[in-house]
């Protein structure tokens, strides 16, 4: 089993940047595969970001490819997703998640464990 726990959200105004963390204890960090998603108020969760168990592999959504890069540090078993040139349409929770099952995925139903969420609000 692994705890994900997110940190780093918060207000900003667009064009500007945030660098998300999630801290993940338990399990072996290299035994996940990791990905972020995100849900809007009144929309469904959705998928941002993600790379593979070994991290020699990622995938971006078109809408974050070339401002976001997902990352991670195996030593302090934390995953980053930094974010920049923000849009008020990034505003929304973001979620970090770990998948035991897949070597990667975009899907949200392939993610086993989920950390609580951090608010990020862009404002125009």
């Known amino acids: 089993q692994v705890q994900l726990v997110e940190s780093g959200g918060g207000l900003v105004q667009a064009g500007g940047s945030l660098r998300l963390s999630c801290a993940a204890s338990?399990?072996?960090?290299?035994?996940?595969?990791m990905g972020w998603f995100r849900q809007a108020p009144g929309k469904e969760r959705e998928f941002v970001a993600c790379?593979?168990?070994?991290?020699?592999?990622?995938i971006y959504t078109d809408s974050v490819k070339g401002r976001f890069t997902i990352s991670r540090d195996n030593a302090k078993n934390t995953v980053y997703l930094e974010m920049n040139s923000l849009k008020p349409e990034d505003t929304a929770i973001y979620y970090c998640?770990?998948?035991?099952?897949?070597?990667?995925?975009?899907?949200?139903?392939?993610?086993?464990?989920w950390g609580q969420g951090t608010q990020v609000t862009v404002s125009s």
């Open positions: 790379f593979s168990r070994s991290g020699d592999s990622t």
């Open positions: 998640a770990a998948t035991t099952v897949y070597y990667i995925s975009i899907k949200r139903e392939a993610y086993n464990y």
């Open positions: 338990g399990d072996p960090f290299s035994n996940y595969a």
